[in-house]
């Protein structure tokens, strides 16, 4: 069985910075793409960055380029977002997501992922 755990959401104020962590179990964890997509109260749910393990290849919106960075540790099933220079518009539920086939290509698009974890709340005050 796929898990995703998502940890590390928090408040915080503008400017500040937040990692947040999403391990993973139940997938060949080296071979698959992982995504963190995020949801504001009335809004949709968007893609911020992934991350496909077999080749390092990732990508980000635009609205985070510059001050997101996602890295993926192969040895702890787990992929970080760590996020810097936060606004108020950052704030949000964050999910992780993986598409667990073997050379996953990583993507921003909801519907490329088959499991998604329960969410992190990241709520930045102005």
């Known amino acids: 069985e796929v898990q995703l755990v998502e940890s590390g959401g928090d408040l915080v104020q503008a400017g500040g910075s937040l990692r947040l962590s999403c391990a993973a179990s139940?997938?060949?964890?080296?071979?698959?793409?992982i995504g963190w997509f995020r949801q504001a109260p009335g809004k949709k749910r968007e893609g911020v960055s992934c991350?496909?393990?077999?080749?390092?290849?990732?990508y980000y919106a635009d609205s985070v380029k510059g001050r997101f960075t996602i890295s993926s540790d192969v040895a702890k099933n787990t992929v970080y977002l760590q996020m810097n220079s936060l606004k108020p518009e950052d704030t949000g539920v964050y999910y992780c997501?993986?598409?667990?086939?073997?050379?996953?290509?990583?993507?921003?698009?909801?519907?490329?992922?088959?499991?998604w974890g329960q969410g992190t709340q990241v709520t930045v005050s102005s």
């Open positions: 991350v496909s393990n077999s080749d390092g290849t990732t």
């Open positions: 139940g997938l060949t964890f080296d071979d698959c793409a």
């Open positions: 997501a993986a598409d667990p086939v073997p050379y996953a290509l990583a993507n921003l698009l909801a519907r490329g992922y088959d499991y």
